[in-house]
């Protein structure tokens, strides 16, 4: 969704602006803009619909100077994407210009009342508000620029990261947030504001996160100032960003989605890295060590999550159910937090999340933290709003995630939830000590059978060729492999918009069944487990009625040949890691089937991919 760049300092902004801009097209957008202060004090602002290089292409012939300056990439939710609506808005006296992440729900009753103050609206935007608000009040109260934004956050309702440059303070840039991220970069004598850190560590490893109802006051030469909307100062920590340039580039992969699915091998080795033992034959999560009483007394365990992080919540459930003997509910999130939900002192929610930004399970997360829930958060983004909502949690380790179809985090979040089950059921004695062993030094095998799924990429892509004609796709698993086969309808969806459904096989014959024909590709995954046999009969189903069958199947079974029209090996398992295997093979298809049809698998139309408005 929406990115925010920023810049003040002795360097030309321009560079710096788009550069960071590039950095964040991964989240989503469909227009581009930047506003710059020039050394004549001109204010100058260029907006264009498209891609952030539509824009540099505009401004080739502009003048570009000035040493201060912010830019955004917009996702469109009030006002549909073309110029107007672009960010940087404009103030009606042209002096001041804003950028903003987020959904203002008041917007309608606000710009009502500046319209009868006689402030004139250009766009269709709620953020065009912002700006007329802080020059009224700017005016009225005959105050000075952050008072003015203060005042005028203070009336608004939603949810909001905003950048403010004004004509009549050059030497300042005025960054506030409440409920969408916004971090500033502290370097020599320059200062950086960027969605995520992304932009600015090419420039500084020094960082600070604001807190949900902070201002930053930054102001050349000076120490940056953060103020609340209660006009109390705050104090903030200097944190270091553990981020590398090279993770935030292809490193000579096609597409950061391929970069990031061949990633999984070494991602989750790092997942694991001080965690699981084999020598020791054990497996230590720090928060499970901190808070085992807590963890150890659930009587009830909530998962809240959306998307991708849902599907890897679902195998979280048959993990902790069976090795930790704790009833798991999994939730949407946007749905949860919409319910009267009956949550208490014993509960013990689960949050996942690769962004740590999403603003539904961030909203669920809050809900439950009000009513006594204990939080336990599994995120990827270090430092983002979800780990600082919750009460622990443990991060995932596989790096920046680009690529808006979610991959290695998948895999992160399900080794997290194998891991915790593990070091869990033993804190609580459910697991039995074979089942222990087993599964650690299994778990130890993951990163090179990985390897061996990713040897299938040639294989995997001549069969992508020939089903880039497909309308629609039907994806059958069972068990651990139910939530597999929903999360690879969700990858084919998302960045071949071919319409596909994952479904637990059985559950074919209540309805789905009827859409099967000699032009519908049904995928199952078939592997070795305890329901196999049911897996096949199910296949038997499709195969009578003429679908056309791609199985995920384990190495050297045979017996599938005859039934299904094309087999994908993979290396055999533990039942309950099969997902870290089965999930590669159906990540790496949709991806060629995606790229087969010209697509743009990177940045799929309509998604973000951190979704920070509801
Ligand atoms: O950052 P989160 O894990 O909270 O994001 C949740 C979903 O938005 C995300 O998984 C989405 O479904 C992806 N595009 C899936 O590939």
């Not at 046999?533 to 045979?558: F, H, L, P």
């Not at 533990?574 to 949709?590: F, G, N, R, S, V």
Request: aromatic letters at 8%; a negative charge.
């Amino acid at each position: 969704m929406c990115g925010i760049v920023g810049y003040i300092g002795n360097k030309n902004a321009y560079p710096i602006l788009i550069k960071g801009l590039k950095r964040l097209e991964y989240r989503g957008y469909d227009s581009a803009g930047v506003a710059l202060l020039n050394s004549k004090n001109e204010l100058n602002i260029y907006k264009t619909k498209g891609k952030v290089s539509d824009l540099e292409n505009f401004v080739a012939d502009k003048d570009c100077s000035g040493t201060v300056g912010i830019a955004h990439t917009r996702w469109a939710t009030h006002g549909e994407p073309n110029k107007i609506n672009a960010h940087p808005h404009c103030s009606n006296s042209k002096n001041i210009a804003l950028i903003h992440n987020g959904i203002i729900e008041n917007y309608a009753d606000l710009k009502e009342k500046l319209i009868q103050k006689g402030i004139e609206f250009k766009s269709d935007t709620d953020t065009e508000i912002i700006v007329h608000l802080i020059e009224y009040l700017l005016q009225k109260h005959n105050t000075n620029l952050l008072s003015a934004v203060q005042l005028a956050l203070s009336s608004v309702v939603g949810a909001y990261a905003i950048a403010v440059l004004d004509k009549n303070n050059p030497d300042t840039i005025i960054a506030a947030r409440k409920s969408s991220p916004l971090v500033v970069g502290i370097g020599e004598d320059e200062f950086f504001i960027a969605s995520d850190a992304s932009p600015i560590v090419e420039y500084t490893k020094k960082v600070i996160y604001l807190d949900n109802e902070e201002i930053a006051c930054i102001r050349r030469g000076e120490e940056i100032k953060f103020i609340n909307l209660k006009n109390i100062e705050v104090q903030h920590e200097i944190q270091e960003v553990l981020l590398d340039i090279g993770q935030l580039e292809k490193g000579g992969y096609a597409h950061f989605m391929l970069k990031e699915i061949f990633e999984q091998p070494a991602c989750i080795n790092n997942c694991m890295k001080g965690r699981v033992n084999v020598a020791h034959d054990n497996i230590k999560l720090s928060a499970v060590i901190d808070y085992q009483e807590k963890l150890v007394n659930a009587k009830r365990i909530i998962i809240l999550a959306c998307g991708t992080s849902w599907h890897s919540g679902l195998i979280g459930k048959y993990l902790l159910e069976t090795y930790c003997q704790i009833p798991v509910e999994v939730e949407y999130a946007s749905e949860f937090r919409y319910r009267n939900s009956v949550v208490g002192e014993n509960d013990v929610v689960i949050a996942i999340s690769q962004s740590g930004e999403t603003a539904d399970t961030l909203a669920a997360i809050e809900l439950a933290k009000a009513k006594g829930a204990f939080i336990f958060g599994i995120c990827n983004a270090v430092g983002s709003s979800i780990p600082r909502a919750t009460h622990t949690g443990a991060y995932i380790h596989v790096g920046p995630e680009i690529g808006v179809a979610s991959t290695k985090a998948f895999s992160g979040q399900v080794t997290v939830l194998a891991m915790l089950a593990m070091a869990l059921g033993r804190s609580k004695n459910t697991i039995s000590e074979k089942d222990y062993f087993e599964i650690i030094q299994e778990l130890a095998n993951i990163p090179q059978k990985m390897e061996k799924v990713l040897q299938l990429n040639e294989e995997i892509a001549d069969l992508a060729k020939i089903f880039t004609y497909a309308k629609n796709f039907i994806y059958l698993g069972r068990g651990y492999c139910f939530p597999v086969a929903l999360e690879g309808a969700l990858k084919l969806k998302e960045i071949s918009y071919i319409h596909a459904e994952g479904y637990p096989a059985a559950e074919m014959k209540h309805g789905p069944i009827a859409l099967i024909d000699d032009e519908m590709p049904v995928v199952f995954i078939a592997t070795n487990n305890a329901l196999y046999e049911k897996v096949v009969s199910n296949m038997q189903e499709v195969k009578a009625r003429k679908g056309r069958i791609i199985a995920i199947i384990s190495e050297g079974d045979t017996k599938l040949n005859d039934i299904a029209d094309f087999c994908i090996e993979v290396p055999q398992t533990l039942e309950c890691l099969e997902p870290l295997i089965t999930t590669i093979p159906l990540q790496l298809m949709a991806y060629h089937i995606a790229v087969c049809k010209g697509k743009n698998v990177d940045q799929p139309r309509n998604l973000a991919k951190s979704v920070t408005v509801e």
